[in-house]
């Protein structure tokens, strides 16, 4: 086997996860679009509250070693494909009875974020070097790219595809046991008991927090964008906008993963990759106090830039944030920020657009730049805390 045989079929492991998530994006879509949008926040809301109570015990998965973590893992996937075979019986059409369509979709949203977060943690056990998860990023970027055209062909029902997506997350769960098997690294053994997950572990609080920053940021740049575009553009030219915008964003983040997991990039580092997004939207301040002229196109180069940083160099410094931490608070702690902090975050973000309308030029400068620095504080105490944890181990 070659030197890098674990890296290898842990990037395919990525690339098949991602290309069930994009497959099964679509269903998930029809889904929401038949309850309408009231319901849909309803249910959105309570994925994310349900999220939190399964997340947060993710951490009974985690065994001795990385083989037989794989192992449960892996069990636990294949209990999310029976969902998925299952929800196949759930009928995609309005029959006026939504609560089976209710059912289904906070089962197979609830499994498959925590589908997502069980492999980023089960990669940060096996591999502690910050390059390989730009390699994985770069691998489920690859996945999206390739679920997404698989739920465009015309010959795919959507009846049929969580068929599938249980197919492809059963291959994936398969590399995540081979990579394990072939890993050169030896983790840290697990502790019997998990006590005190969040109260008094301030690592794992200011982790959640700088979720919270991120997320909110996310949601703000994204409405932007949205109620820009909507303000000159029709329907069809706003959609061809945004999937031109998707395709770039997806090209060019790519390329600045494979330089990243190259080595190439200093950005890189996490001491100096997790104070990117802070500064970017600090930035957005000057930037747009010189742009009124070009607006619409400037808000979709700043979305642009900010989705390529992110994506390529944010989220493998996100990911190698939980290396330093004690195995099975790691994958409940992951599993949490993932998506019940992540998703508050977002509301948060909303939130903010919403206020953000109702205030002066002078009152927006400053909320920014609050915004900033408090995210860069809060980056400064990670630092503080990762290295502390380093010292201790």
Not at 120 to 145: E, L, N
Not at 225 to 248: H, P
Not at 280 to 287: I, N, Q, R
Not at 357 to 365: E, F, H, K
Request: with cysteine; charged share 15%.
């Amino acid at each position: 086997m070659s030197k890098y045989a674990d890296v290898a079929f842990m990037c395919v492991a990525f690339s098949s996860n991602m290309l069930g998530n994009y497959m099964l994006q679509s269903v998930r879509d029809a889904q929401i679009a038949i309850v309408g949008p009231n319901l849909a926040s309803q249910l959105m809301m309570a994925s994310s509250f349900l999220s939190l109570a399964v997340g947060n015990q993710a951490h009974r998965l985690v065994q001795p070693t990385i083989n037989s973590t794989a192992e449960y893992i892996r069990l636990f996937y294949r209990f999310y494909c029976i969902v998925l075979l299952i929800s196949m019986s759930v009928p995609l059409s309005d029959g006026g009875n939504e609560i089976p369509l209710c059912i289904a979709f906070l089962c197979t949203q609830t499994l498959n974020n925590m589908a997502i977060s069980l492999q980023w943690s089960f990669a940060s056990d096996v591999f502690s070097t910050v390059k390989y998860f730009s390699f994985f990023g770069a691998a489920a970027t690859i996945g999206q790219f390739a679920g997404s055209l698989v739920a465009l062909l015309p010959f795919v029902s959507l009846r049929f595809l969580p068929l599938l997506v249980s197919i492809s997350l059963e291959f994936s769960s398969y590399c995540m046991v081979r990579s394990a098997s072939l890993s050169s690294e030896t983790p840290r053994k697990a502790e019997n008991k998990v006590d005190q997950l969040w109260l008094g572990d301030y690592y794992a609080q200011a982790i959640a927090v700088y979720m919270l920053f991120y997320a909110s940021s996310l949601s703000l740049i994204y409405l932007e964008r949205t109620a820009a575009v909507s303000d000159e553009m029709d329907f069809e030219s706003a959609a061809r906008t945004s999937a031109q915008l998707n395709v770039v964003a997806a090209i060019l983040t790519f390329a600045v993963q494979v330089q990243v997991a190259r080595g190439t990039s200093f950005l890189s580092r996490i001491d100096v990759g997790i104070f990117v997004l802070p500064i970017l939207t600090l930035a957005h301040v000057v930037f747009f106090q010189f742009s009124s002229q070009y607006h619409l196109w400037g808000i979709l180069a700043f979305e642009l830039l900010r989705r390529i940083l992110a994506f390529a160099i944010v989220k493998p410094v996100r990911e190698a944030l939980y290396n330093v931490m004690e195995r099975r608070k790691k994958y409940s702690v992951k599993s949490v920020v993932d998506t019940f902090m992540y998703k508050g975050g977002m509301g948060i973000g909303a939130a903010m657009y919403r206020w953000n309308l109702n205030v002066s030029a002078l009152q927006l400068t400053l909320f920014y730049v609050t915004f900033s620095v408090l995210w860069i504080l809060c980056s400064v105490v990670i630092l503080k805390q990762r290295n502390k944890l380093c010292n201790s181990n």
